[in-house]
């Protein structure tokens, strides 16, 4: 044992989102019990590249006694994380089991507004004014079959991905698109996979850096399209 750099999670602060854990390139973070928790301390070399991903700041570095960072070892735990991605990622998400499902319904559309991706939809674009927006993970619209009739209808879209996306970069965009909007209301869903839910922490953020007191709500979709 020495002292040395290694990752400290402020238990208090994190929500479990998960945005740290795929920017963790050693696999030394986990879900566990709702939280982000080191699997083992010789897998984590303290360079800290998860730290800009925490929407919560629940993670930071610091020095203490810990047992050093064990290259070989974390090969082998890389290794044997590898062997169980046709199951589920690293994080252990079960939102990555794989499932089919045979579709049900026709719909028509009820997309109002181009682009529709975060990144690409500029904070000035006329459609936003006095909108009902909707804010979709990616995931929700391919699951929900009667997602435009029972979500999309009379709402400007907007879709993202909390667990591979830049939530800090999400967090300013989505910012300053309440400060110019004048919008009315804002809706988030998300599937009930756990990465899913740091939606509503980027859109809290967001609403908080922007100043503005929009009514919001949240929309749960489990993965066969139910509102949970």
Same mark, same amino acid.
């Given at each position: 044992?020495?002292?040395? $750099?290694?990752?400290?999670?402020d !238990?208090?602060? +994190?929500? =479990?989102? &998960?945005? *740290?854990?795929?920017? /963790?390139? %050693? @696999? #030394?973070?986990?879900?566990?019990n709702? $939280?982000?928790?080191?699997?083992? !301390?010789?897998? +984590?070399? =303290?360079? &800290?590249a *998860?730290?800009g991903? /925490?929407? %919560? @700041? #629940?993670?930071?570095?610091?020095?203490?006694?810990?047992?050093?960072?064990? !290259?070989?070892?974390?090969?082998?735990?890389?290794?044997?994380?590898?062997?169980?991605?046709?199951?589920?990622?690293?994080?252990?998400?079960p939102?990555?089991?794989?499932?089919?499902?045979?579709?049900?319904?026709?719909?028509?559309s009820?997309?109002t507004?181009?682009?529709?991706?975060l990144?690409?939809?500029p904070?000035?674009?006329?459609?936003?004014?006095?909108?009902?927006?909707?804010?979709?993970?990616?995931?929700?619209g391919f699951?929900?079959?009667?997602?435009?009739?029972?979500?999309?209808?009379?709402?400007?879209?907007i879709?993202?991905?909390p667990?591979?996306?830049?939530?800090?970069?999400?967090v300013?965009?989505?910012?300053?698109?309440?400060?110019?909007?004048?919008?009315?209301?804002?809706?988030v869903?998300?599937?009930?996979?756990p990465?899913?839910?740091?939606?509503?922490?980027?859109?809290?953020?967001?609403?908080k850096?922007?100043?503005?007191?929009?009514?919001?709500?949240?929309?749960?979709?489990d993965?066969?399209?139910?509102?949970?």
């Amino acid at each position: 044992m020495s002292k040395r $750099k290694i990752v400290k999670i402020d !238990e208090e602060r +994190c929500t =479990g989102c &998960g945005l *740290c854990i795929p920017n /963790c390139a %050693e @696999g #030394a973070l986990k879900i566990i019990n709702g $939280k982000a928790a080191l699997v083992k !301390e010789i897998y +984590c070399d =303290g360079l &800290g590249a *998860c730290l800009g991903h /925490c929407p %919560e @700041g #629940a993670i930071t570095i610091e020095e203490r006694e810990s047992a050093a960072f064990n !290259e070989e070892e974390t090969k082998r735990h890389l290794a044997e994380i590898k062997k169980k991605e046709d199951k589920k990622l690293a994080c252990g998400c079960p939102g990555t089991a794989v499932k089919s499902f045979k579709p049900t319904l026709k719909i028509q559309s009820e997309l109002t507004n181009w682009p529709v991706q975060l990144m690409l939809v500029p904070p000035e674009a006329p459609y936003l004014k006095n909108s009902d927006l909707l804010i979709a993970a990616d995931c929700v619209g391919f699951s929900c079959p009667d997602f435009h009739q029972e979500f999309l209808r009379g709402k400007t879209l907007i879709i993202c991905c909390p667990k591979l996306d830049d939530a800090g970069l999400y967090v300013e965009k989505l910012a300053e698109i309440f400060k110019r909007g004048d919008l009315k209301s804002v809706t988030v869903a998300h599937m009930e996979v756990p990465c899913c839910f740091g939606l509503n922490q980027i859109v809290g953020e967001a609403l908080k850096l922007s100043g503005r007191k929009i009514p919001a709500k949240e929309i749960t979709i489990d993965i066969q399209g139910n509102v949970k």
